[in-house]
């Protein structure tokens, strides 16, 4: 019986929260998701050399724009390889305006965006570490706008 009473005050519950959720609606809907034209030129680009005594390699990061405003494509070469991951800006509500810089070393970089203030927010660290690349989400960024019904 007293199992019976906790699940229905559980389940009463959960539904206030649906309920509630329901009933706004969070958006940023003050710039278009999507770009009518896209530039096929790097918007943003990080380059260094790799110590190499036989080859000039370089470490590239390049973010190029795609049809979606707030998504850009990463391209990334280490030595021989080429490798291609995605970034996702937020929206605050204006054009985003991405770039990549070193960090730590120069075969380290942040991939992020300026805010509405100019100062940089990093969002994806990309480097070399014992001879291997990785790619890493450092930070998330998030905003809500309710929309008035």
Not at 6 to 35: H, L, S, Y
Not at 56 to 83: A, G, I, N, Q, S
Not at 100 to 123: C, T
């Amino acid at each position: 019986m007293l199992s019976l009473l906790a699940f229905t005050i559980g389940c009463n519950q959960t539904q206030k929260k649906t309920d509630a959720t329901k009933e706004r609606t969070f958006v940023n809907d003050t710039i278009p998701m999507e770009r009518t034209q896209v530039n096929p030129q790097p918007v943003a680009t990080y380059s260094a050399p790799v110590p190499d005594e036989y080859n000039k390699f370089e470490f590239t990061v390049k973010l190029y724009e795609t049809p979606l405003r707030f998504r850009y494509r990463v391209d990334v070469t280490y030595k021989m390889m080429d490798v291609t991951d995605s970034v996702d800006i937020p929206n605050f509500g204006h054009q985003p305006k991405v770039d990549v810089r070193k960090h730590e070393n120069e075969l380290s970089s942040m991939i992020g965006f300026y805010d509405a203030k100019g100062e940089f927010m990093d969002l994806k660290k990309v480097e070399i570490v014992d001879n291997q690349l990785r790619i890493r989400q450092v930070k998330h960024y998030g905003l809500r706008a309710v929309r008035k019904q």
